[in-house]
């Protein structure tokens, strides 16, 4: 470890100019989010002009009468279009897109001649005119850069849009009761909508000009589908920035001379993360960018005194993009550098539970029921071996990836803050890998590995948890066994500390328990329990608590209250809770044994015991 964490005053005037512009986080200028609402209102009167023709009255009937009749049904088409394209653009406005700035000067004229051709809207006109002369006025304040993307965005939006269409075609081919003939079922009006979007006569019928203006309307959501899809199919990718070999190399002497001062940070290396360095190249920050969500992970990498430098360079990447910053499960000392640089808030998350190999004992009443579990286990006739991944051969490691892989128990990849992403790149000589094995009397696909366990390096002298996978056939309590081979055998590998799983809220679980505990104590222990049921918040801690260990706390930094649920979706998107792409199947995925950059994660459903 090097240097002292560098004191600074925290007055905001003492702080250096490029960090007084910078507090607080890259936060939207009031005109791009004043902007972006009255946006996602113009589209609203637009749509309501294109579906509701009526629903005020006009004041221009003297100039309507000499208007040609013809232009009502694709006036009330071009309304429509314009309003749903700016409730589109409304977000990219609120953030400062300058693309979206871009697509909202060229509707925002097309939705007021509609409004004045259609409805004769003197009103509708000028909101329209008065927000494209505020877009020209304060263009300078959309300058963000695109964010990641990929095509998977075009499916996404061809599922959503053709929702959005259908649900807002029945409303315009009921919106016109008074001209409809006879009394069409809902099955006809879905039949009529369903035609309509593909250009083509439904089964619904009316009177006078009304057809025209349904035809075109529902026309025109067909066509915004297709052109938006098209559109998102075929534009230049964006794709998230990965950590090239040359980032890699840099993080790697980082780790080698400041690694043993985060447990984490060995993580840094996925590399499905982008990386910052500081001018000075001693310090850098990983992330990823989830759902607009700037998100690193654990503490900067390398010099604490050149910790300032790379978290500005990472404020400034977000203030670029309109990104929202945040880090998750950074420790007390960074948590502290972060806000006192940036202005941000820290809020704890939980703890990270950490054992003194010393320290460590199956004697005692404390540890009983895990010294019981072990040697019940070896009387079963199970045995451990614990290496280094340098140390096994190519054909074994190659059985332990691809058991890691089947032995996941989901479909979804999960892990961010706390995994890896691979097993055995040769990059990795110094992970650790423990496995249970047991001689049966039929081998099965992977010979007598019954369970794995993943260590990645934590400086020189300790390792931190990465995967757990076992068996679901193999009995249980082989996370216990394991975890204890691999406290027993750390002495002869120069390992005086692990780095076990994470807890989340563990401090309120713990004090909710006790006695004396008040009510809302209580009570947000009962919350946390109940969502125990799903995300294992418990049982993870529980388990982690049987080893005796010491906590360490982590924390979350984000920008504002406001931010956090934005930040905790993004966050299990992250971890893979949740999964908005559409995966393959699981029988019709490739499979591959050699070494990739795929996400593990040490899961509460794998770390439960028996």
């Not at 990965?242 to 780790?255: G, H, I, N, Q, Y």
């Not at 390096?457 to 990465?466: A, Q």
């Not at 908005?580 to 995925?589: E, S, T």
Request: hydrophobic share 45%; aromatic share 8%; with cysteine.
């Amino acid at each position: 470890m090097s240097g002292a964490v560098p004191q600074r005053s925290s007055r905001v005037g003492q702080l250096p100019s490029r960090v007084r512009h910078l507090l607080r986080g890259p936060r939207p200028e009031a005109v791009p989010l004043l902007v972006g609402r009255a946006c996602a209102l113009v589209g609203l009167l637009d749509i309501a002009a294109g579906v509701f023709p009526r629903f005020r009255h006009s004041r221009m009937h003297a100039i309507a009468e000499v208007l040609p009749g013809s232009t009502g049904p694709f006036a009330a088409a071009l309304s429509l279009s314009a309003g749903v394209l700016l409730l589109l653009l409304a977000h990219g406005l609120k953030r400062g897109k300058r693309r979206a700035w871009r697509a909202a000067v060229v509707l925002l004229p097309a939705g007021a001649v509609a409004q004045f051709t259609y409805r004769h809207s003197v009103v509708g006109v000028l909101i329209s005119l008065a927000l494209l002369a505020t877009l020209l006025r304060h263009r300078d304040q959309f300058t963000a850069l695109p964010d990641p993307r990929s095509r998977w965005r075009a499916l996404a939006n061809f599922v959503l849009m053709g929702a959005g269409s259908l649900a807002l075609g029945l409303i315009i081919v009921s919106a016109h009761p008074n001209t409809l003939v006879g009394d069409p079922s809902l099955v006809d009006r879905i039949t009529h909508v369903l035609y309509g979007l593909f250009g083509f006569e439904g089964p619904v019928d009316y009177q006078g000009n009304t057809s025209w203006t349904v035809a075109f309307s529902l026309g025109a959501l067909g066509w915004i589908t297709a052109v938006t899809t098209i559109y998102l199919a075929f534009r230049p990718e964006h794709p998230a920035a990965r950590l090239t070999e040359d980032d890699e190399a840099r993080l790697r002497a980082l780790l080698a001379k400041h690694g043993g001062r985060d447990s984490l940070g060995h993580f840094a290396l996925r590399r499905d993360k982008a990386v910052v360095f500081s001018p000075s190249g001693k310090a850098a920050v990983t992330y990823r960018v989830v759902s607009g969500v700037m998100l690193a992970s654990g503490d900067p990498i390398g010099d604490v005194e050149a910790w300032p430098g790379a978290i500005e360079r990472f404020m400034d990447e977000a203030k670029a993009h309109s990104w929202t910053p945040a880090v998750m499960g950074c420790s007390e000392t960074g948590a502290e550098v972060w806000t006192r640089e940036t202005g941000l808030d820290a809020l704890e998350l939980g703890d990270e539970a950490v054992v003194d190999v010393p320290d460590f004992s199956l004697a005692g009443r404390a540890m009983r029921n895990v010294r019981q579990m072990v040697k019940r286990i070896e009387r079963a006739g199970y045995e451990t071996r614990v290496r280094r991944v340098r140390d096994l051969g190519e054909t074994e490691l190659d059985r332990i990836r691809r058991a890691a892989d089947d032995w996941r128990g989901t479909d979804t990849e999960r892990g961010f803050s706390m995994a890896l992403g691979r097993v055995g790149d040769p990059a990795d000589g110094d992970c650790l890998v423990a496995t249970a094995h047991k001689a049966d009397e039929e081998p099965g696909e992977y010979g007598d590995l019954k369970a794995i366990l993943h260590f990645v390096p934590w400086g020189t002298d300790g390792v931190s948890l990465d995967l757990m996978r076992r068996d679901r056939s193999a009995d249980p309590g082989m996370n216990e066994l394991l975890i204890v081979a691999a406290l027993q055998a750390a002495p002869r590998f120069g390992i005086a500390r692990v780095s076990l799983n994470f807890a989340m809220f563990r401090s309120a679980l713990a004090r909710g328990e006790k006695i004396g505990a008040g009510p809302v104590l209580r009570a947000w222990r009962g919350l946390l329990v109940f969502l125990s049921r799903w995300f294992q918040i418990e049982s993870l801690y529980k388990f982690n608590a049987k080893f005796r260990p010491r906590w360490e706390p982590r924390f979350v930094v984000y920008r504002a209250s406001a931010d956090l649920p934005r930040l905790g979706f993004a966050a299990m998107q992250a971890e893979g809770f949740v999964n908005l792409a559409l995966p393959l199947p699981r029988f019709l995925r490739r499979r591959t044994h050699a070494p990739r950059p795929c996400p593990h994660r040490v899961t509460e459903r794998d770390a439960q015991a028996a």
